[in-house]
């Protein structure tokens, strides 16, 4: 289990019910999975965990550590792109799923 899940504040079982309903691609479960468990193998896991001879700075914008997070969420090179992407399909979804839950009519392109 997360590390992050151990915590009271943390309702278990409303944090795996996404993977029960089945709404998503298998590959994209299993890089959330691997995310959550903090289990990729970036740059600040070589240099601190497995004491490897290799620096701890993000490979892309080489300003900050190189973790889940930076790269999730904060590296100013993946901003340019890829947050705005996700962000797009993230609105796309939700705008749909409102659509369909309203019986507005919809397309499915």
């Not at 298998?26 to 240099?47: L, P, R």
């Not at 914008?61 to 993230?90: G, T, W």
Request: glycine content about 2%; charged content about 30%; proline content about 2%.
């Amino acid at each position: 289990m997360p590390r992050n899940l151990d915590e009271k504040v943390v309702d278990i079982e409303h944090s795996y019910r996404w993977l029960k309903s089945g709404d998503i691609k298998g590959e994209t479960e299993s890089t959330v999975v691997a995310a959550q468990d903090q289990a990729f193998s970036t740059n600040y896991v070589k240099n601190i965990i497995l004491k490897e001879e290799i620096g701890s700075k993000c490979r892309l914008c080489k300003q900050h550590e190189e973790n889940i997070n930076h790269l999730s969420f904060r590296c100013p090179i993946l901003a340019k792109r890829e947050y705005l992407m996700r962000h797009d399909k993230v609105c796309t979804h939700l705008h749909y799923s409102t659509c369909k839950a309203l019986s507005t009519e919809t397309t499915d392109t």
